[in-house]
């Protein structure tokens, strides 16, 4: 089991940027592979991007592909989501969640942060 805290979001114009970021405690952190999802008022859940258990392969939404990047330092038990060119749209709250199977669905996320609020005001 890990516990996972959000930190990072705010306030931002349209074109903006942001980075956020999760640190993990407890077990084997370097094992998990990781990925930020985001709910809006309304709206179900979505995925927004993974990292592998090494952090040489990353996964986007095609809605944030080429805007956000998604990186992990094993040494401090983090990860981080830099976006750029933020849009409206982009508003809600980010989870960060982590998960033993490799190219995990949803479901197989077992363990969540409690989230962080991103707001792009256009």
């Known amino acids: 089991q890990v516990q996972l805290v959000e930190s990072g979001g705010g306030l931002v114009q349209a074109g903006g940027s942001l980075r956020l970021s999760c640190v993990a405690s407890g077990r084997s952190f370097s094992s998990y592979t990781m990925g930020w999802f985001r709910q809006a008022p309304g709206k179900e859940r979505e995925y927004v991007a993974a990292?592998?258990?090494?952090?040489?392969?990353?996964y986007y939404a095609d809605s944030v592909k080429g805007r956000f990047t998604m990186s992990r330092d094993n040494a401090k038990n983090t990860v981080y989501l830099q976006m750029n060119s933020l849009k409206p749209e982009d508003t809600a709250v980010y989870y960060c969640?982590?998960?033993?199977?490799?190219?995990?669905?949803?479901?197989?996320?077992?363990?969540w942060g409690q989230g962080t609020q991103v707001t792009v005001s256009s």
């Open positions: 969640a982590a998960s033993t199977r490799n190219r995990p669905d949803v479901r197989q996320y077992g363990n």
């Open positions: 990292v592998n258990w090494i952090g040489t392969s990353t």
